[in-house]
C-alpha cells in the first residue's frame, strides 16, 4: 500500500503492508496509521497496488481510522495541490471525515421522486439547454443568470429530475454558499421524499442526492452525476487562508473528470465565473422582476448639515414604520453602513461632485497638487470635473454615533449588527457533515436554519456587512453610501458591489409583489453610475459587457491568472520565481501594500511554476493563487 502522510511538508509517498490480521478493508482512500521516523502519523493510502522495490520489506500499517475519501477524490487533491500551490494533505483533510467512520450505511435505491413527471417548472427548459442531450458526458460548464430574488428550490428539483441526469450513475452533489443554507435546502429536499443528505458518511456511501457548502466540493461521492452551484459568485465558496482553493472551481473540475454536467448559478456572474462557461439567461422581463425595487438619492447636492441620511430615507422609514403591517410583516428596516477596506471619497466643495478617475471610474485621492487613482494609478490635475472648481473636500462621518442618530431621528429603537459576516466558517458544519475535516475544530456550526442568532429585535438595525449576512428578511434595505463599495479601490469593486445589491435585494423581495415601499434606497453621489443603472433596471448585460472589456484591457482575470505572495520571505521567493520563470512569460512586481503579485498568461504557466520552485518551510511566506481584493 502507498501512502500519504497528513505532514503537509511531507510530500514523499511511502509504502507499508497491511497486516495479515487484518479484517477491516484497505482500499485507496482508506485513513490510516503509519510509523513514521519512529513516530505515528496519520495517512490516506493513494494506491493499493504497489509491487515493492527488490528486496525491501515494507512496515506493516499501524492503525486503521475508518473511510476516507474515494479515489477520484484523491486524484482531484492532487490537481488542487498543484493549481492552488498547497499541500495534498491539505485537500484530502477537507475531504474526510472528522471523526472515523467505520461503517457505511445501506444506500436507498433511487432518488426518492426522481423521474416524477408531475414536476415541470419554470427551469426545466433552462436546465434542459444547459445539459443538452448530446453535451451530457462530455462535462460541460454552464452558468445560468438568475435574478436573487428566486426560489432555487424549483431549478435543484429540475436538475435533480433532469432525465439524462437520471439516467446517469452516481450522486448529484449541490453546493450553497452557507452551512444553514445547506441544512435548510436538504430539510426541504428531504420532506418533499427526495433522498438528499449533508452527511459524510452517507456521501461516501453514494447518497443520491449531497448537499453542503464550501468543503462540500470535496464530498466523498464515489461519482458525480451532475454538480449544481447555487450563488455561485458569494465568496464563502473560497478558503480565505492558503491553499485559497475555490469550491466552485473544484466542483467545476471534478464534474469535468466525470464526463458529467457542471451548472452554476448566479444573480450576477462574474467574468472569471462566465469565463469558459455556456451563458443562459432568462427573458429579460422575468429577470427584472426578480430584482427588488430600487430607488437612487442624488447626494450631490445635499447639504452636510443632513449629515448621512437624505429625506427620501426619513420618509421611507417613516412609512414602514408607521405601517403596522411593515415590519412586523416584513422584517426590520435595514441601514447598511461599511467603510473598512472601502474608498476614501474626495467631492468638489463647490457642486459636491465626486472625484472620480477618468480611466476606471475609481474613487482619487489627492496626490501632491493633483489627483491619483488608488486603482489603477492614473494621475489628472486637481479640477471638478463637473463644474471646474479648483477645491476639494473629503466626504466623512462620524459611524460612531450612527446608531444614536438614528434612533433620534426616527424615535425608534435601532439596534446594532456587525462583526464578522459570519459565512467565513462555510466549511463547517455538524461534526458528521460533508467536509467536516475542513478549517480548525473550534469553527462550530454557524448560522442555523432560524437565522435569528444574536439578531437584535428591534424595527430597525443598522450595520456593517453583518447585518447584510445574518439578517435573512427586511421591509427595506438602505445603504446609507454605495459609493464607498462602488468606487473602491479593487478591480473587484464592480462584483462585490453587485453581489451585496443581490443579497440586500433577496432580503427584500421581488418588486411589483410587496408593500409599495419594500426596496432598497441607494445613497449615492453617481446616480447614474452603470451598476446602479444595471440593477434599477434588473438587467445586468450591459455591466457584464463592460467588466469583461475592462478585464481584458488591463489583463486581468480570466484573462491572465494571478498569484499574490506575502510575508517576510516573499521578497526571496519572488526572485526565485524570476529566476526560475525566464521563458514562461510569468512575471512578477510588487504590490502596493507590500508583497509581490505573479502574474501569467495561464494557470498553466503559474501553477507550473510555483510547483517547480521550492518554498522556503515554516510560516513565513503565504501563496494566495486567485487573490481576492485587487
Ligand atoms: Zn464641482
Ligand atoms: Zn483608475
Request: net charge neutral; hydrophobic share 40%.
Amino acid at each position: 500500500m502507498r501512502v500519504r502522510t497528513d505532514v503537509p511538508a511531507l510530500s514523499r509517498l511511502f509504502d507499508y503492508a497491511v497486516p495479515d490480521t487484518w479484517t477491516d478493508d484497505v482500499i485507496v482512500g482508506t485513513r490510516v496509521r503509519v510509523a513514521l521516523h519512529g513516530r505515528r502519523v496519520g495517512g490516506w493510502v493513494v494506491d493499493d497496488d504497489v509491487t515493492p522495490p527488490e528486496g525491501v520489506e515494507p512496515l506493516p500499517l499501524k492503525g486503521w481510522s475508518g473511510w476516507g475519501p474515494p479515489a477520484p477524490v484523491i486524484d482531484l487533491a492532487e490537481w488542487a495541490a498543484w493549481r492552488w500551490a498547497g499541500p495534498v494533505s491539505f485537500f484530502l483533510g477537507v475531504a474526510s471525515p472528522l471523526r472515523p467512520v467505520r461503517r457505511l450505511p445501506a444506500v436507498p435505491g433511487g432518488a426518492g421522486r426522481a423521474g416524477d413527471s408531475a414536476l415541470a417548472n419554470a427551469f426545466d427548459e433552462m436546465v434542459a439547454q444547459a445539459i443538452r442531450e448530446g453535451a451530457v458526458g462530455e462535462g460541460t460548464s454552464t452558468v445560468l443568470r438568475i435574478p436573487p430574488t428566486t426560489d432555487l428550490i424549483d431549478l435543484v428539483l429540475s436538475v435533480v429530475t433532469a432525465p439524462q441526469i437520471v439516467g446517469r450513475p452516481g450522486s448529484v452533489v449541490v453546493l450553497v454558499p452557507s452551512v444553514g443554507w445547506a441544512e435548510r435546502l436538504c430539510g426541504r429536499l428531504v420532506r418533499r421524499s427526495y433522498r438528499a443528505t449533508t452527511d459524510w458518511a452517507a456521501a461516501r456511501a453514494g447518497w443520491p442526492i449531497v448537499v453542503g457548502s464550501r468543503a462540500a466540493a470535496w464530498a466523498p461521492l464515489p461519482q458525480v452525476s451532475a454538480a449544481l452551484v447555487l450563488d455561485a459568485h458569494d465568496e464563502a465558496y473560497k478558503e480565505e487562508s492558503a491553499p485559497t482553493y475555490s469550491a466552485v472551481d473544484v466542483g467545476t473540475e471534478r464534474a469535468r473528470r466525470a464526463g458529467s454536467p457542471c451548472i452554476v448559478t448566479s444573480p450576477c456572474p462574474s467574468t472569471v465565473l462566465r469565463a469558459g462557461r455556456a451563458e443562459h439567461l432568462l427573458p429579460v422581463t422575468a429577470e427584472r422582476a426578480g430584482w427588488s425595487a430600487v430607488e437612487r438619492v442624488d447626494r450631490r447636492g445635499a447639504d452636510p448639515r443632513t449629515g448621512m441620511f437624505s429625506e427620501e430615507f426619513v420618509r421611507l422609514a417613516r412609512t414602514v414604520l408607521d405601517d403596522p403591517d411593515g415590519v412586523a410583516r416584513r422584517g426590520p428596516l435595514v441601514c447598511f453602513y461599511d467603510r473598512t477596506g472601502r474608498a476614501r471619497l474626495l467631492a468638489c466643495a463647490h457642486c459636491g461632485e465626486l472625484a472620480q478617475c477618468t480611466t476606471c471610474g475609481a474613487a482619487v485621492a489627492q496626490h501632491g497638487t493633483g489627483l491619483r487613482c488608488p486603482r489603477c494609478g492614473s494621475e489628472r490635475p486637481l479640477v471638478c470635473a463637473a463644474c471646474g472648481k479648483l477645491r476639494m473636500k473629503t466626504v466623512r462621518v462620524g459611524v460612531s454615533r450612527l446608531r444614536e442618530e438614528l434612533a433620534a431621528l426616527l424615535g425608534s429603537e435601532v439596534g446594532e449588527v456587525s462583526g464578522p459576516a459570519v459565512a467565513r466558517s462555510a466549511g463547517r458544519a455538524a461534526s458528521g457533515s460533508v467536509g467536516g475535516g475542513a478549517g480548525g475544530p473550534s469553527g462550530g456550526p454557524s448560522g442555523g436554519p432560524s437565522g435569528g442568532d444574536g439578531i437584535p429585535a428591534t424595527p430597525v438595525l443598522v450595520g456593517t456587512e453583518a447585518v447584510l449576512h445574518r439578517v435573512r428578511r427586511a421591509a427595506a434595505v438602505v445603504f446609507l453610501d454605495i459609493d464607498l463599495h462602488l468606487l473602491a479601490p479593487r478591480f473587484s469593486a464592480t462584483d462585490e458591489t453587485l453581489a451585496l445589491l443581490a443579497r440586500a435585494s433577496r432580503m427584500v423581495g421581488p418588486r411589483h409583489t410587496g408593500p409599495a415601499w419594500a426596496r432598497l434606497l441607494l445613497q449615492t453621489r453617481v446616480p447614474d453610475h452603470p451598476v446602479l443603472e444595471a440593477v434599477a433596471r434588473g438587467d445586468l448585460s450591459e455591466v457584464a459587457e463592460g467588466e469583461e472589456a475592462m478585464r481584458r484591457s488591463a489583463r486581468l482575470p480570466p484573462f491572465s491568472a494571478l498569484a499574490s505572495l506575502t510575508g517576510p520571505l516573499a521578497a526571496g521567493y519572488a526572485d526565485a520565481l524570476r529566476e526560475a520563470g525566464v521563458g514562461t512569460g510569468v512575471t512578477l512586481s510588487e504590490l502596493p501594500d507590500g508583497g509581490y503579485l505573479a502574474q501569467a498568461q495561464d494557470h498553466g504557466a503559474l501553477c507550473d511554476l510555483l510547483a517547480s520552485v521550492p518554498r522556503p518551510g515554516g510560516r513565513g511566506l503565504r501563496v494566495a493563487v486567485d487573490p481576492a481584493a485587487i
